[in-house]
C-alpha cells in the first residue's frame, strides 16, 4: 500500500467530521472519494495533503508515518477545483514553476515541460496566455504542472466542477488515460456517481464522516452493502422485506424467489431493485401490479413512477406506458438484491419524490420520522 489511513478522527468546532476513519490505498490505483457535501471526503484528502493534520490516528506513506511531515515534503501533489494557475505566466511558465522551485537545470525542465504538455495534449500551447484558454486546457495545464514534479500520488479534489457536461465526459477519459500512462496513484474526490463509476478502479463512498463502502464500481452498484450506499449510487427501489429461508424473500406482501442465502429465518431485510432490471408484463402476469403515475422520456429509455400499494417505485423501460395505465412487475430472481438492516433502513424508499430536501419543503408542518414510518413498505 502507498497511502494507510489508520483510525483517524477529526473535529472540527467540536463537530466530527472524520470518526475513526482507516482506509488502504494500492499504487498505481485510481481511487474515488464519493459522498454528498460534508461527508468528508475533502478532509480526507487535505489530511494525505498535509494541510490538516488529524486529531487522532496516523498517517502511512510506504509504510512511514507522515503526520509531522509538512505539505512540501510530501510526495504528493493536489489539483483543485479552481485550477489556481498563475495570470502572469504563460503555459509553459506556469508548468515550469515547481521545476523551477526545485531548482532543477534550465534544459531539463524545458525538455519536462515540453513532454509534460504532450502528455494532456497541449503541445504547441508553450507560449499562450492561459487566460486566454478554455476550461478545459486550463485544467490540462493545472494537471501538468502537477504531474511535472513527479509526485507519487496526485490528489484531485472536483477538478471537473466547472466544467460543461460534454467536456466533463472528455476529461473524464482524459484523465483515465494520464493516470494509466503515468503510473500515479490519483485519488478523486467527486459527489457525481457517474463520473466515479465510469473513472475509478476503486471506489470509496462516504458519508457522516465513515467509510461505508470500498470496492470496484461493479462491486459498489451490483452488491450496495446499505441502503445510503443502494440509493446514492444510481437509482434504486429499496423496500421491507422478509427472508423467509435461503433463497426466498417476501416483500410488498408476496413472496418472491432470489439468489441470496444466509440470513436469519423471518430476518427483517431491505430489498434493492435497480429500475432497469424490472420487466413490464400484462397486470395478470406479473407477481405484483401498479398503476403508472409519471411517464418522462430520457432518450434511450422511459422512466416511469409506479404506485404499488401505495409505494412508488421506479422503472426504466425502451416500451411506451400512459399515465393511468395499470400494468404487472416481473423481476428475476437474480435481480433482488437482499441487504442487512442498517442505521439507514427506513430513510430511503419510494420515489414520492426524489431528495429528502425537497420532500421536507413540501412538507414543511409534518414530522419527518412520521413520515419515514408511513412510507415504509410493509412485508
Not at 422503472?315 to 395505465?325: F, N, W, Y
Request: overall charge negative; charged content about 25%; glycine content about 6%.
Amino acid at each position: 500500500m502507498i497511502i494507510d489511513l489508520k483510525n483517524v478522527s477529526v473535529a472540527f468546532d467540536s463537530q466530527a467530521i472524520l470518526k475513526d476513519l482507516s482506509l488502504s490505498i494500492r499504487n498505481r490505483d485510481f481511487v474515488t472519494l464519493l459522498g454528498p457535501s460534508g461527508c468528508g471526503k475533502t478532509t480526507t484528502l487535505r489530511i494525505i495533503a498535509g494541510f490538516l493534520e488529524p486529531d487522532a490516528g496516523s498517517v502511512f506513506f510506504d509504510g512511514k508515518c507522515i503526520n509531522s511531515l509538512p505539505p512540501y515534503k510530501r510526495q504528493v501533489n493536489t489539483i483543485f477545483q479552481r485550477y489556481a494557475l498563475f495570470p502572469h505566466l504563460n503555459v509553459a511558465q506556469n508548468v515550469a514553476f515547481g521545476l523551477k522551485m526545485h531548482k532543477l537545470p534550465k534544459a531539463e525542465i524545458a525538455q519536462h515541460v515540453h513532454d509534460m504538455l504532450r502528455t494532456v495534449n497541449l503541445a504547441g500551447f508553450e507560449n499562450r496566455s492561459v487566460a486566454s484558454l478554455s476550461g478545459g486546457q486550463q485544467q490540462r495545464v493545472a494537471i501538468a504542472r502537477a504531474l511535472a514534479v513527479r509526485p507519487r500520488v496526485l490528489l484531485l479534489d472536483e477538478p471537473l466542477g466547472a466544467l460543461d457536461l460534454k467536456l466533463r465526459k472528455d476529461m473524464q477519459l482524459e484523465l483515465k488515460n494520464i493516470q494509466q500512462q503515468s503510473g500515479i496513484t490519483f485519488i478523486y474526490v467527486t459527489h457525481d456517481q457517474e463520473e466515479a463509476l465510469s473513472m475509478s478502479d476503486i471506489i470509496v463512498v462516504m458519508d457522516e464522516g465513515e467509510i461505508q463502502q470500498i470496492g470496484t464500481p461493479k462491486d459498489i452498484y451490483d452488491e450496495p452493502q446499505n441502503a445510503f450506499v443502494a440509493d446514492f449510487i444510481g437509482e434504486s427501489n429499496i423496500l421491507d422485506g422478509v427472508m423467509l429461508k435461503d433463497f426466498r424473500v417476501r416483500f410488498a406482501g408476496v413472496a418472491f424467489t432470489c439468489v441470496d442465502k444466509g440470513f436469519a429465518q423471518n430476518e427483517h431485510v431491505d430489498v434493492v431493485i435497480r429500475p432497469e432490471d424490472i420487466d413490464i408484463v400484462p397486470p395478470a402476469e406479473g407477481l405484483l401490479q401498479g398503476t403508472i403515475t409519471s411517464s418522462t422520456f430520457k432518450g434511450v429509455h422511459y422512466e416511469f413512477i409506479v404506485d404499488v400499494q401505495g409505494f412508488k417505485w421506479m422503472i426504466q423501460s425502451t416500451d411506451a406506458q400512459t399515465v393511468g395505465d395499470v400494468i404487472g412487475i416481473a423481476i428475476k430472481p437474480e435481480e433482488i438484491h437482499i441487504m442487512r438492516k442498517s442505521r439507514y433502513s427506513g430513510t430511503i424508499g419510494d420515489y414520492s419524490c426524489f431528495s429528502d430536501e425537497f420532500e421536507e419543503l413540501s412538507n414543511p408542518n409534518e414530522d419527518t420520522a412520521e413520515d419515514t414510518a408511513e412510507t415504509e413498505e410493509s412485508p
